[in-house]
């Protein structure tokens, strides 16, 4: 009997919750898949490129789509309208929490996943102050040398196809800082991807002890740990080193620590983590775009000629593009705008948290829904973009250009990527180096199917792919580098 009247005061306890998780502000829920009891739509969640059945839920159901995931809420957004409307809301800042990623992994701290703290508010004020227009731009020379180093590296490797994308992702990431993270990186991207884990579905799974049977995702978490504090740790001591020595490189990281010092705070973890966030938040998706455009000028040949054309009639064939010469090179600026659009580097973005109960389009987003933005989706939505599958950077172009990826491409509202300048940049520096200096084709025989990695990060699988010079390199390296 007793065992009975247990039983049953469970039950009610767990319909108590899940009603109080449903508990409407008097409107519904937005619509989405159904799913059952508790459960919620666990079973439906799609298992690997989430964005492309996102996709067709708002097809299906509109712009709001709601998933009930064990009783937590997740919302999509899937046109950009509704993305830029709800976001921007100053109550959707936060981040949802990431049992595996966050507190196993040890990335809770980053700027990436902090939550809508005075932590992350500082790690954001520092780094919007260094990572604004006019001080990336002095780090121009620094990435003109490392594409010189890539085109070279390149060359060098240009007698035989390649069949992964080790040496780009290499010289994208700075090799200190590569050997440090790269494998951490990797691994942070998959566990980003929501149903990675069964950890993030039953948060209570991380306090089960390391050698427990079957708790392999707890000694994963903890190595990854190791190698993101090392991520974090190393480069900051590292200039803090070099600062009390005679000479220190300018870097974000010396110019905040000088920072704080002028303000006399004396606090160095909001800098430290903000740098460890930058390079970790930054690498990847510049290294996504990277490998998307690669895959882009194999599958149109006739778009890589024309920007050929383009950039030696800036250069002449004698030296590498600058990041000065962006203004005669517009067909070549709209063709970085296209491959953000064709597959965006984070095709879901970062998901964000509602902090308190919301109402939109006359339906409630209760407090602590994660919300997504599909990106991807975006980029597909025929009502913006013509022949959205197609590849055509001419779309940029002229007086019906149409709307720019960089309005939604690095996210939304207050959590919005700090690093678009230096993407900007970077990409802008990479990709005309390499378009300057090579021809890239597939070996003859191979036919490429463009396809894509399921992760947060995503980018273009590796595929047989040539780097054919096609200049002097070495007569064009010759004074490309002020
Ligand atoms: C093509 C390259 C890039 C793309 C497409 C991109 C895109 C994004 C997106 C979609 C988000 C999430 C925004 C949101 O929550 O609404 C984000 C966040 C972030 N990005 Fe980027 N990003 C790029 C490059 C970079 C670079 C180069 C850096 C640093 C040097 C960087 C640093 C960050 C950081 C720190 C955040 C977290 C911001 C926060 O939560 O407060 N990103 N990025």
Known sequence: MAERVLVALLLAFCVAIYLKKRKQ??????????????LGSVLKWPKGHAWVEFNEWTKEFGDVVHISMMGNHVVILGKYSSAKLFLDKSTVASRPQFPMAGDLMGLAATMVLAPHDPHWKKMRRLTHIFMGKNYVEEFSGVLQSSSKDLVTMMYKESAKPWNNWDPLRKCIGEQIFTSLAENALDRISYALIVGSFWVDAFPTLKYIPPWFPGAHFRRHGADTRHRVFDMVNLPFEHVKKDMSGASCPPSVTRNMLERLTEEKDTDESGAKWATGSLYGAGMEPVYAAMT???????????????????????????????????????YFSALLQETLRWHPPIPLGVPHCTTSDETYLGFSIPQNSTVFANLWGIGRDGSIYREPESFR?????????E??????????????????????????????????????????????????????????LPFPVKFVPRVDWLEALKGSVP
């Open 403 to 460: 709307l720019s990826p960089e309005n939604w491409v690095f996210g939304f509202g207050r959590r919005a990527c700090v690093g678009t300048h230096y993407a900007r940049l970077s990409l802008f520096i990479y990709a005309a180096s390499i378009l300057q200096t090579f021809e890239i084709a597939v070996p003859d025989g191979i036919t490429v199917q463009p396809e894509f990695s399921p992760n947060t990060n995503s980018f273009a």
């Open 393 to 401: 950077p001419e779309r940029f172009l002229g007086p019906d250009a």
């Open 292 to 330: 998307t455009l690669i895959l882009a000028m194999v599958l149109n040949p006739s778009v890589q000629e024309k920007v050929q054309a383009e950039l030696d009639g800036v250069t002449g064939k004698k030296r590498l593009p600058t990041y000065e010469d962006r203004d005669e090179l517009p």
């Open 25 to 38: 502000l008097g409107l519904p829920l937005p619509p989405g898949p159904s799913g059952l009891p508790f």
